[in-house]
């Protein structure tokens, strides 16, 4: 089972980008659908982008299509999620997760978890 690290949060101001990072442990990586999702103080965790083994198919969240972009390099056991003309409403503390074989949106589909990055985006 892979273990996840993310990185790259901070803050930044409204319309600026940011490049978040997760890094996988085991040579196991290309078997999982990767997800990153986020949740902000009182509520639910969100689906944000999903992307597929092979990374051939990538999945978005309407409030992020066009501003943010999934991909990963199964080389370097890494997936990436860059975000682009960044608004206060994706201020949220921003997970990857790990799922065998099939890409889902649902985050109780998910048991592989990193421990979470920080993304403020102030006004």
């Known amino acids: 089972q892979v273990q996840l690290v993310e990185s790259g949060g901070g803050l930044v101001q409204a319309g600026g980008s940011l490049r978040l990072s997760c890094a996988a442990s085991?040579?196991?990586?290309?078997?999982?659908?990767m997800g990153w999702f986020r949740q902000a103080p009182g509520k639910e965790r969100e689906f944000v982008a999903g992307i597929s083994r092979s990374g051939d198919s990538t999945y978005y969240a309407d409030s992020v299509k066009g501003r943010f972009t999934i991909s990963r390099d199964n080389d370097k056991y890494t997936v990436a999620l860059q975000m682009n003309s960044l608004k206060p409403e994706d201020t949220a503390v921003y997970y990857c997760?790990?799922?065998?074989?099939?890409?889902?949106?649902?985050?109780?589909?998910?048991?592989?978890w990193g421990q979470g990055t920080q993304v403020t985006v102030s006004s």
């Open positions: 997760a790990a799922r065998r074989v099939v890409f889902t949106s649902w985050p109780s589909d998910y048991s592989t």
């Open positions: 085991g040579r196991t990586f290309s078997m999982y659908a």
